[in-house]
């Protein structure tokens, strides 16, 4: 979950962010993460590493990926979240606003 000590406190549109919208711009942003780290281990040889590569190491290398993404994501990741949340919030705004 983004902290809320780490938005711009300057944007009043921040106060109005939910744990939820919080949540979901974290998971948006590991998702993405995700799919830029994919093509990173899929080019590793994992027939020299310790494990020895194999059908059940490539079985389980999703996974392996997803959980670094989200873990990259929860310490901050690339900073993608903050302007995803920012932009949810827009929206809402919007949406709210119109008759």
């Known amino acids: 979950m983004i902290p809320p000590?780490?938005?711009?406190?300057?944007?009043?549109?921040?106060?109005?962010?939910?744990?939820?919208?919080?949540?979901a711009a974290q998971a948006f942003e590991a998702q993405a993460l995700a799919q830029l780290l994919g093509p990173?281990?899929?080019t590793v040889d994992t027939s020299k590493t310790v494990m020895g590569g194999g059908p059940g190491?490539?079985?389980?290398?999703?996974?392996?990926?997803?959980a670094m993404a989200k873990r990259i994501a929860a310490a901050g990741g690339l900073g993608l979240a903050q302007p995803v949340l920012r932009e949810m919030l827009r929206m809402q705004a919007n949406r709210e606003a119109q008759p």
Request: zero cysteines.
């Open 40 to 42: 990173i281990f899929a």
């Open 57 to 66: 190491e490539s079985t389980w290398q999703p996974m392996m990926v997803d």
């Open 5 to 23: 000590a780490i938005l711009p406190a300057q944007d009043p549109l921040m106060d109005r962010a939910t744990p939820r919208m919080r949540q």
